[in-house]
Nanobody
Framework: QVQLVESGGGLVQPGGSLRLSCAASGSIFSINVMGWYRQVPGKQRELVAV???????NYADAVKGRFTISRDNAKNTVDLQMNSLKHEDTAVYYCHAALREQYQGPTRLYWGQGTQVTVSL
C-alpha cells in the first residue's frame, strides 16, 4: 500500500508564511506527478501546484508568485512553500501523487489525508 503523509499546516497571520511537506511511502516504482490541491467547505477541490519528475511546474493563477513547489525524487517528497498568505488561502490542503507501484504497471492516483491551513489575525 501507498501512503501520503502531510505535515506543516496551521494558523498564520495574513502576510505570513508556511511550508507544507508530504512524504510518499510504500510500494512505489516511480512517481510521475506530485502536487497540492486545496478545498474549502462547499467548494470543489482545486489545484494549487503540481510538479513532474522532471521538475516542470504548474501553478494556479491565485498563487503564482507567492507559492513555490519543490520535490525530492530520491526521497519521494514534495514541499509547498507558501508566502504572503491571504485569508482566501484558508483551506484544507491535500497532497497528491500519480505513481506506479510496479514496472510497467498502471498509473494510480493517491491522496493524503489533508492538512488545515488557516490564515487569520
Amino acid at each position: 500500500q501507498v501512503q501520503l503523509v502531510e505535515s506543516g499546516g496551521g494558523l498564520v497571520q495574513p502576510g505570513g508564511s508556511l511550508r507544507l511537506s508530504c512524504a510518499a511511502s510504500g510500494s512505489i516504482f516511480s512517481i510521475n506527478v506530485m502536487g497540492w490541491y486545496r478545498q474549502v467547505p462547499g467548494k470543489q477541490r482545486e489545484l494549487v501546484a503540481v510538479i513532474t519528475s522532471g521538475s516542470s511546474t504548474n501553478y494556479a493563477d491565485a498563487v503564482k508568485g507567492r507559492f513555490t513547489i519543490s520535490r525530492d525524487n530520491a526521497k519521494n517528497t514534495v514541499d509547498l512553500q507558501m508566502n504572503s498568505l491571504k485569508h482566501e488561502d484558508t483551506a484544507v490542503y491535500y497532497c497528491h501523487a500519480a505513481l506506479r507501484e510496479q514496472y510497467q504497471g498502471p498509473t494510480r492516483l493517491y491522496w493524503g489525508q489533508g492538512t488545515q491551513v488557516t490564515v487569520s489575525l
